[in-house]
Structures are given as C-alpha cells and as structure tokens.
C-alpha cells in the first residue's frame, strides 16, 4: 500500500505564500505521477497540480497557473507545491494523490490519497 502525509498548510495573508509537502511511503520502489487537488468547503474537489514521473513536466488548473510550482524529489519520496501570491479564493483543503489510472486532471482516477492539509488565506 501507498501512503501519503500532507503537511504545510496554515493561515497566510493575502499575497503570501506556503509551501506544502507530501511524504510518500509504502511501495518506494514504484515511481509514481502525483497530483495535487484542492475542496473548498461546499465545493467539489478539484484539479490543482501534476508532476510525471521524473518530474520533466508538469501541469496546472488554469486558476494557479503562474503563482503555484509542483516539484518533486524522488530521493526523498517528496512532492511539493509551492503556493505564491495566495489569494482568499485559494482558501481549502489541499490533497495529495497519486497514481492515477487515467487523465490526471480527474480526481476519480487516482488510486492514492493523504487525509489533506488545510490552507486559509486571509483578505
């Protein structure tokens, strides 16, 4: 089984920024995409962030496309999604996931999930 831990997530101001982290275990020996998705409350999940295997590509939601980096350090079992000039509306709970059985803008296609990190951005 895979495992995955989010940690980094807290309360920032309008225009700061986090940084968040997903500690993979379990299965290491397995490289896997990753992704990043967000639910705000009322909201349904949705697609933030994915990273290939060895991190050559990566795709956002159109919505954090210049203000959010996904990395990854494969090492260390790592992925990362830095958050800059953070908005209210980026307000929610974040998620890491990984390998997904089909397009990875599709939260219903990945297999793993962390129980989430909480981000508040205050105006």
């Known amino acids: 089984q895979v495992q995955l831990v989010e940690s980094g997530g807290g309360l920032v101001q309008a225009g700061g920024s986090l940084r968040l982290s997903c500690a993979r275990s379990?299965?290491?020996?397995?490289?896997?995409?990753m992704g990043w998705f967000r639910q705000a409350p009322g909201k349904e999940r949705e697609f933030v962030a994915a990273?290939?295997?060895?991190?050559?590509?990566?795709f956002y939601a159109d919505s954090v496309k210049g203000r959010f980096t996904i990395s990854r350090d494969n090492a260390k079992n790592m992925v990362y999604l830095q958050m800059n000039s953070l908005e209210p509306e980026d307000t929610a709970e974040y998620y890491c996931s990984a390998d997904p059985s089909g397009p990875a803008v599709f939260s219903d296609a990945y297999n793993y999930w962390g129980q989430g990190t909480h981000v508040t951005v205050s105006s």
């Open positions: 379990g299965r290491t020996f397995i490289t896997y995409i």
């Open positions: 990273i290939t295997r060895n991190g050559g590509n990566t």
